[in-house]
Every structure is written in C-alpha cells, then in structure tokens.
C-alpha cells in the first residue's frame, strides 16, 4: 500500500552541521511503515529541482500520526527542504520499498551507520528492542559534532558506541573497527548497516570473513521511486552461477541481504 | 453543457482520451495502478522491449539538470516472453490499448520482434524505437539516418499487421526529412520527441555524472524543442502524431495537440506526479468545457494558420 499525499510539517530542527530532523504528520505512512522502508518527498513546489528526494524512515509516533526523517543537505533539494517550515505540505509518498528482515526474539544484532546512514537504523533498533533482541548501534562519523545520536532529544533505547576519523569522539578510526573487535567476540547472530558505499564494502567483506549474515540498507539516485523507471540500480549475484544483475534499490530494495551485493 | 468528446483515433488505435504513457516512464503499468485508474488512460505504451531480456547499463543512471533529467537506463527489459506471459495477461484486465515500444541491435531483431507480437490478443500496436540515444548498437544508429529508419520501418511493416508508430529522434539535423523517409517507407503514426542526448559533469569528482557518460535529457526543459517538432512534422505530412517532451500538465498536453498532435504521452511528469496523466486528462476536459469546445479534433492542429 502507498500513497501520495500532502503531509503537514510538524517540526523541522537542525540537529547537526547540515543535518536536520523532520517531523511530519502523515498518520497512514505512521501507520503502516516499517524499519528499512522510505519515503519519496517533494522538496518544493516547483519543477526545478524536478525530482522528489528518497528520505528512509528514522522512526515513527503511530500514536501522533508523525513520521521522522533525519536528513543530511547534499544539494539543492535537501536545502529546499530544509527550509521548510511549520505548517507548509510537502508531497510525500510511502512507505516505499522492503524493509529489514527482522530476527526472532533474543537474538544478538550489531547495526552499523556511517554518518546520516544511521537515519534507519534508529527505527529499526526500536522495533528491535520492542521485540526483545540485544541491540547494539556502532556509529561512524568524521567528527563528534556530526553525532547524529546521543544527544538532547535523539536518546536510544540501545548501547551504542562511537568511531571517529579525527578522535573527537570514542574510537580514533572508522566503524568498520569498531565492528571487527565486536565480531571477533562472540554470539552476533545478525549485522544491518547503512552507510557510505566504502563502510558497506568493508562491512560486507567483515560478515563474509566472520561468517555472520547481514542486511544493508542501500542509496541510489532515484526517478520514480515505484520501479518503473529502472535507474536506481544496484548490481546483485546472479543465482547459481548466473551472471551478475541490475535489481531496484526502489522496490526490490532499499534493504539487501549483504552476501547479494556485488562491489566492484 | 455535455461532455465534450476527449476520444481520439491514432493509426486505428481508438482512445477514449488523447493521453498516454512514454515508454519507460510507467513500466508495465502495474508500478502506477496504486495511483491511477489504468482503465481511464488513453493508451499505455510499455517499457521499450527486446528479443532477449536485456541488463541495461552501470548506475548512475540518472542525474537531475535544470528542469529536466538525464537518464542512461540502456533498455534494461526483461525480454519480450516476459512480456507476453507475464505483463500482458496484467494489463489485458484492463480497458485500454497496450502498445508495445521496440527496440533492437539490428534490423532483423526489429521484424522478429514485430512478428512475435503480431495477432496477440490485447496488444493494439507497436511504437518502434529507433532513436533511443543510450544503447551502444542500434539505437539512434537507425533513428539517425533516413534510410536505416525508413529499413526499419520496412521490415516492421512487413512481419505485423498491428498499427505502426515510430518514434522519432530530435537529435538530427532535420526532424522533418525522418519523418517523411519512415511515413513512405509505411509508418502509421509518428510519435515525437524521444530524449535529447546530452551530459552532465559531477564537478566534485571531476567525473561524467552517468556512468554511460551521455544520456537522455528529458523532462520540462525540452518541451519547447518537442513542440517545436510537431509543429514542423505536422505542417509538412498527413499523419497521426503522438506528441510528448516535458509535459507536466494539461495545458502543456493543449500546446502539443494545437502543434498538430493526435494524442500526448506524459514521461518524467509521473516521477514527479504519479497521478499526472490523471490530472491531465481532467484538465484537458475541464479546458474543453470552458472554451466550449464539444470535441477535442477541433483542437487538433488549431494554432496552425
């Protein structure tokens, strides 16, 4: 089920160096989303930028009928939408897409976010916790003031721990660190992570090695957001010694196993 | 007043209104039918098909321009069984003509193509892409030259007995000259623009921005050179035309069908609006009614002197 509709700014905060969260009432996505799906917004009226921005899900309020998008501005349309405001109607469609495959009850998960990766990641350690699984969020950033979690307002009901590339913050390094000393341990029974395409081949090449399997939420530029258009690709394994494939980020993503991806 | 008559004949193709789908904007028809009723689209012409399913190019394949897009999907298709089989018998439920955009490397995959497709139930036509710009061979190979399009069209013709439209490349020196070589060689309609090839470079990486390089500008930012076409292919030739290039509304749909086209498609416009060829065609309507225009042929052509 997807719709298109106009949904109400409820809140627009800047959280971080370019990085904004929004609060959106939009209670039939609140509704029916789950961790791992995404929204296809309209960041202006106009017809220039032309193309809606994809935006994953970082959490819902089912009660409220809000929906949270936690964005970073990259170009012209994300500042578009960062300049939004309270009680403006952005044109927003969802929950798009296939969501995180979520494990049984008491299962030890590692998420993994390279910066605004850890925007789905959010929501689905919520949902995680709710169903009583051990989660554990590992966040890679450059510096302490891009830590889009841990702060007023953005509390985890998780353990989570830090990785830095200058030092500013926990671990003086990349997540990818972080990730190997916790697999090098014992009993991870499932690793999502969502991030830049370097943390992800990294991340990939680290379940493989340690033999845990994984789910990645992946990012693509996208037109139409529903599967018609084929642009937004990402090249998966072919079956049984097929050759390799372009499938959807869109529909048959954004979520893919790790051990499907095809990295060169 | 009545309803006005929206209902147009393209090559035999009957419309209950002038609006379709581009090929390669609405897929098969089944990523939209959450947003539109498919039964009150005009037509709908599908994803380009091939012979073989075909894997298409290296993302990225899309990069946003002024008011505009530039896509190098390369006929990613899963192949015309598939279509048949599966995406056929989908759209067959429905109350509207399907036609077939078709694609091939050389001139005998076109008339196996055209064969294939001849006398299955439910398929009204086929638009022949000869001028799709991000495909190696074939491609705008054949949409370039007079006499490759017109060897197409030839063979086309001669394997089916399905309505014909061609669709015609703006990136030649004259729109005009095409036209004419693929009507005498047996075209039944035309349809015009495909995407105008250009390029965009990601400053930052100091790299193209489509992994192809080129792509396929579309969108807004060519409606004026889509318009410009029609009106030109109109005044020179008698034949059906289905209009499209950057229409977004239906006063955008009006220019094209007052240039001289028959019917409209509406492309990228569904990436922005999945429900625009909805609110195109109740604008169409809307605009009859208060110009009081009883039917859309009166507009057919009419900003022509």
């Known amino acids: 089920m997807v719709a298109d509709i106009p949904a109400g700014v409820v809140q627009q905060e800047q959280v971080g160096p370019g990085q904004y969260r929004l609060t959106l009432y939009a209670p039939v996505i609140a509704s029916l989303a789950v961790p791992g799906q995404f929204v296809y917004i309209r960041c202006t009226d106009g017809l220039d930028p032309l193309l809606r921005r994809p935006l994953s899900i970082h959490g819902v309020n089912r009660e409220r009928g809000e929906l949270f998008l936690l964005y970073q501005v990259v170009g012209r349309g994300t500042a578009l939408l960062a300049a939004r405001r309270r009680g403006e109607r952005l044109g927003v469609m969802g929950p798009l897409g296939r969501g995180f495959t979520l494990p049984e009850p008491g299962r030890r998960v590692i998420l993994v976010g390279g910066g605004i990766g850890v925007a789905p990641l959010v929501f689905l350690g919520q949902e995680l916790v709710h169903r009583n699984n051990q989660v554990c969020l590992l966040v890679g950033v450059r510096s302490a003031d891009q830590l889009p979690v841990g702060k007023k307002g953005y509390t985890v009901p998780f353990d989570f721990a830090v990785a830095t590339d200058d030092g500013s913050c926990g671990h003086h390094g990349s997540v990818t660190d972080l990730l190997e000393k916790v697999l090098a341990g014992e009993g991870v029974d499932m690793v999502y992570a969502c991030g830049p395409r370097g943390m992800l081949r990294q991340t990939a090449s680290l379940l493989a090695r340690y033999n845990v399997p994984g789910e990645f939420s992946l990012e693509e530029r996208m037109g139409c957001g529903v599967g018609a258009c084929l642009s937004c690709v990402c090249k998966t394994a072919g079956k049984g010694g097929e050759p390799s494939q372009y499938r959807r980020v869109c529909v048959e993503g954004p979520v893919f196993p790790a051990e499907q991806l095809v990295w060169d | ?305």
């Open chain 2, 1 to 305: 007043m009545i309803k006005p008559n929206l209902a147009v004949d393209v090559a035999g193709i009957r419309m209950k209104n002038p609006v379709t789908t581009a090929s390669g904007t609405f897929g098969f028809g089944f990523e939209y039918a959450p947003f539109v009723d498919l039964n009150r689209l005009g037509a709908i012409v599908v994803k380009g098909t091939t012979l073989l399913p075909r894997r298409g190019n290296p993302p990225p394949r899309i990069v946003e321009t002024p008011a505009g897009i530039l896509n190098a999907i390369g006929l990613q298709n899963p192949g015309v069984d598939y279509f048949i089989e599966v995406a056929l018998p989908y759209l067959r439920q429905f109350d509207l003509p399907v036609i077939v955009n078709i694609a091939g490397d050389t001139v005998e995959d076109y008339a196996a193509l055209a064969a294939r497709l001849d006398g299955v139930p439910g398929v009204a036509g086929l638009e022949v892409n000869i001028s799709c710009p991000n495909v190696k061979k074939g491609g705008l190979a054949f949409g370039a030259d007079p006499d490759s399009a017109a060897a197409v069209v030839r063979v086309v013709k001669g394997a089916t007995r399905l309505p014909v439209v061609v669709k015609l490349s703006p990136n030649v020196t004259s729109i005009v000259r095409l036209a004419e070589a693929v009507v005498e060689a047996g075209a039944d309609a035309l349809s015009m623009i495909n995407t105008l090839l250009g390029m965009a470079i990601d400053i930052r990486r100091r790299r193209p921005a489509l992994a192809n390089v080129m792509g396929g500008l579309s969108g807004p930012a060519i409606k004026p050179v889509a318009v410009r076409a029609v009106w030109q292919v109109y005044q020179a030739l008698k034949v059906p035309i289905v209009g499209m290039g950057g229409i977004v509304t239906a006063e955008d749909a009006l220019e094209f069908i007052m240039a001289g086209a028959t019917a409209v498609a509406v492309g990228t416009a569904n990436f922005i609006n999945p429900r625009a060829t909805m609110d195109i065609i109740d604008g169409i309507e809307k605009f009859l009614v208060e110009e009081r225009v009883s039917d859309i042929q009166e507009l057919i052509g009419a900003a022509h002197m």
